[in-house]
């Protein structure tokens, strides 16, 4: 059974960092396609990042929103997905969610882990 955990939410101040972690069970990281998603209050659920699998090219891919500011980063060894996410703004505020695509379509969530830019 995959599952997906993420964690490293929390409150921070605008212009702070935040680094959250997905770790995956039951499965093995190189082979899914790895997102990042939000949700914000009222709004839907949007794609923040994004990485194919190691057995396709690997390749990232960033919303215009964040890039610069966010770095998608994968951990074989500790089957962990990584997001570090710096210089915050209010507008980033949200709950995020990993998501892992396997190679036959299958698709997991994690719960999500709450992102809250304030000052």
């Known amino acids: 059974q995959v599952q997906l955990v993420e964690s490293g939410g929390g409150l921070v101040q605008p212009g702070g960092s935040l680094r959250l972690s997905c770790a995956l069970s039951?499965?093995?990281?190189?082979?899914?396609?790895i997102a990042w998603f939000r949700q914000a209050p009222g709004k839907e659920r949007e794609p923040v990042s994004c990485?194919?699998?190691?057995?396709?090219?690997?390749?990232?891919w960033y919303t215009e929103s964040v890039k610069g500011r966010f770095t998608i980063s994968r951990d074989i060894g500790r089957n962990t997905v990584d997001l570090q996410m710096n210089y915050l703004v209010p507008e980033d505020t949200a709950v995020y969610y990993c998501?892992?695509?396997?190679?036959?379509?299958?698709?997991?969530w994690g719960k999500g882990t709450l992102v809250t830019v304030s000052s």
């Open positions: 998501n892992a695509e396997l190679y036959n379509g299958m698709i997991f």
């Open positions: 039951g499965g093995t990281l190189s082979k899914f396609s």
């Open positions: 990485m194919t699998k190691v057995e396709s090219d690997g390749s990232i």
